[in-house]
């Protein structure tokens, strides 16, 4: 059902991949709430992905752009309020990558030029959005701007390595220029902390399925999809979040707010077998 939320409004979608991706999904109902839109990707990502079936489907152009060039960046805003006629009324940033994840490296035998790659993709990435942005004045007032996030942000997850320092980051940028952005321009900046979400990107994290189940068992809704994401990022997107920003926004069923489930212990418990043993 189509509430028209975004009706007249226009966005670009960073991120979308394939129908895995939950960028993916935002585009599909971003287009189906009256929105239109732009998506991007490296050029990379683009031939890996299938996102020209995307475009056709939501009529939209698909213009590359690395979001760690500040020049591709000043191009595809441009070419964006081109296409549109106008400013742009919100964005979506969907962006992630880790090499020392890829590579199998632990935390504490980090590579450090892949630390720097994980960084500016993952995180200063939304940093060089934001000011390419502000620079251009490409976003419309009461504008919104959101990130894709996850709770290894505030918490130890099992091997989501230097990722989770990258989050961090995120969510910092999106405080420190939603305030600038906020009083100048009355763009609103937030994040979603996302529940473990099968993508592509999520898939290359070793252990991700246990995780994926670990935290079903903890979460009293139970793991947040991708489509429900997609609705959620459609609200923030929509007037009727007009004064929300600087808000890391939990996405995840409760498992940020939970300690112990009854069905995780439960499972907990059954790991056990009898030992008499005294080690």
Known sequence: MSYNLL???????????NEMSIAWKVAELAVAEGAEIVLTNTLVSIRMGTIDELAKKCNAQVIPADATSPEDLEVLFTKSMEIFGGKIDFVLHSIGMSPNVR????????????????????AISFHKVLQTAKKLDAIAEWGSVV???YAAAQRTMYEYNDMADAKSMLESI????????????????NTISQSPTMTTAG???KGFDSLIDFSERMSPLGNATAEECANYCITLFSDLTKKVTMQNLFHDGGFSSMGMSYRAMSQYNKSFNPCDCKE
């Open 7 to 17: 009706k007249g409004k226009k966005g670009i979608i960073f991120g979308a991949l």
């Open 103 to 122: 590579k199998g490296l632990p935390y504490d035998e980090l590579n450090y030029e892949y630390l720097k790659k994980t960084l500016d993709i993952s």
């Open 147 to 149: 990130a894709l996030t």
């Open 174 to 189: 999106a405080r420190s220029f939603g305030y600038i952005y906020g009083r100048e321009k009355g763009v609103r900046i």
């Open 203 to 205: 898939s290359g994290v």
